[in-house]
T-cell receptor, first 110, second 113 residues
Framework: EDKVVQSPLSLVVHEGDTVTLNCSYE??????LLWYKQEKKAPTFLFML????IEKKSGRLSSILDKKELFSILNITATQTGDSAVYLC??????????FGAGTRLTVKP | DAGITQSPRHKVTETGTPVTLRCHQT?????MYWYRQDPGHGLRLIHY???????DKGEVSDGYSVSRSKTEDFLLTLESATSSQTSVYFC????????????FGSGTRLTVV
């Protein structure tokens, strides 16, 4: 069965720290991996990754995919309290099926 | 979120009663989805629609039905609510079925007592 596993489940850091969130997957006919940020309500899209080794970057956030080892990481540098959220990883298969991980809850303390 | 509205925002209902949740969009997007979110499980797809009257089952469709009689509305019905259906329900829309283009609604918190 397809599955997506995120680690750690929760993380507490202080402002200015750098964090790395992990997402490993087992999905038949992989098409893409997506990262979302969920604050109090709806998830919002961060990145979509389809090719290994190509880093996607947006400000202090970056992500990379390793299709050989079946994982992705999301890095956040110089964290701020506004980065506090649940970060969701999702993997889409070619049949349009998409599986979400359980999420990593990040808390950034002042 | 602009363009997509879920109602109600919160609901408490009794076991065995039918419940209908509504997702309304003003974006004229073709694809609409219903997810549920539970601790430890992330988001799981219940049903989705790829056009008016065109729907299909997702990963956790048992106990749920959907209807889409017009582009803007996608209804999720719990035929006979059970405590295991206590959850937060999210609707999402996309133009092309491309998941990077998802827009999520603000969610409906449903409690079945």
């Amino acid at each position: 069965e397809d599955k997506v596993v995120q680690s750690p489940l929760s993380l507490v850091v202080h402002e200015g720290d750098t964090v790395t969130l992990n997402c490993s997957y087992e999905v038949t006919n992989f098409r893409s991996l997506l990262w979302y940020k969920q604050e109090k309500k709806a998830p919002t899209f961060l990145f979509m990754l389809t090719s290994s080794g190509i880093e996607k970057k947006s400000g202090r956030l970056s992500s990379i995919l390793d299709k050989k080892e079946l994982f992705s990481i999301l890095n956040i540098t110089a964290t701020q309290t506004g980065d506090s959220a649940v970060y969701l990883c999702a993997v889409e298969a070619s049949n349009n099926d998409m599986r979400f991980g359980a999420g990593t809850r990040l808390t950034v303390k002042p | 979120d602009a363009g997509i509205t879920q109602s109600p925002r919160h609901k408490v209902t009794e076991t065995g009663t039918p419940v209908t949740l509504r997702c309304h969009q003003t974006e004229n997007h073709r694809y609409m989805y219903w997810y549920r979110q539970d601790p430890g499980h992330g988001l799981r797809l219940i049903h989705y629609s790829y056009g008016v009257k065109d729907t299909d089952k997702g990963e956790v469709s048992d106990g749920y039905s959907v209807s889409r009689s017009k582009t803007e509305d996608f209804l999720l019905t719990l035929e006979s609510a059970t405590s295991s259906q206590t959850s937060v329900y999210f609707c999402a829309i996309s133009l092309q079925g491309d998941r990077s283009g998802y827009t999520f609604g603000s969610g409906t918190r449903l409690t079945v007592v």
